[in-house]
C-alpha cells in the first residue's frame, strides 16, 4: 500500500517557525513532482510549494521567501520549512506527490492526510 504520511504540525505564535515533513512508503518505481497544498476553513486548497525531482521549485505568492521546500529523493520525503509565520498562514496542510506505483502505468497523485498548522496572533 502507498502512502504519504505528514508531520510537524501545531500551534505556533505569529512570526514563529515550524517545519513540516512527509514520507512516501511502499511500491513506488517513481515520483516526479512532490509538494504542500493548504486548505483553510471556506477556502479551497492552495498550493503553496512544490518541487521536481530535479530540484527546482515553485511558490505560492504569499510565501515566497518566507517558506522553503526541499526534497531527498533517496528517501522519499519532502519537507517544508515555514518561517515568519502569520495568521493567515493557518490551514490543514497537505502532502502531495505524483507517482508511478508497482503494478501501475502511468503516474497519478497522491495524498497525505493533512496536518493541522495554526498560527496564532
Known amino acids: 500500500q502507498v502512502q504519504l504520511v505528514e508531520s510537524g504540525g501545531g500551534l505556533v505564535q505569529a512570526g514563529g517557525s515550524l517545519r513540516l515533513s512527509c514520507a512516501a512508503s511502499?511500491?513506488?518505481?517513481?515520483?516526479?513532482?512532490m509538494g504542500w497544498y493548504r486548505q483553510a476553513p471556506g477556502k479551497q486548497r492552495e498550493l503553496v510549494a512544490g518541487?521536481?525531482?530535479?530540484?527546482?521549485?515553485n511558490y505560492a505568492d504569499s510565501v515566497k521567501g518566507r517558506f522553503t521546500i526541499s526534497r531527498d529523493n533517496a528517501k522519499n520525503t519532502v519537507s517544508l520549512q515555514m518561517n515568519s509565520l502569520k495568521p493567515e498562514d493557518t490551514a490543514v496542510y497537505y502532502c502531495?506527490?505524483?507517482?508511478?506505483?508497482?503494478?501501475?502505468?502511468?503516474?497519478?497523485?497522491?495524498w497525505g492526510q493533512g496536518t493541522q498548522v495554526t498560527v496564532s496572533s
Open positions: 502531495n506527490a505524483d507517482m508511478k506505483v508497482s503494478g501501475s502505468y502511468s503516474f497519478r497523485k497522491y
Open positions: 511502499g511500491s513506488i518505481l517513481s515520483i516526479l513532482t
Open positions: 518541487i521536481i525531482s530535479g530540484g527546482a521549485t
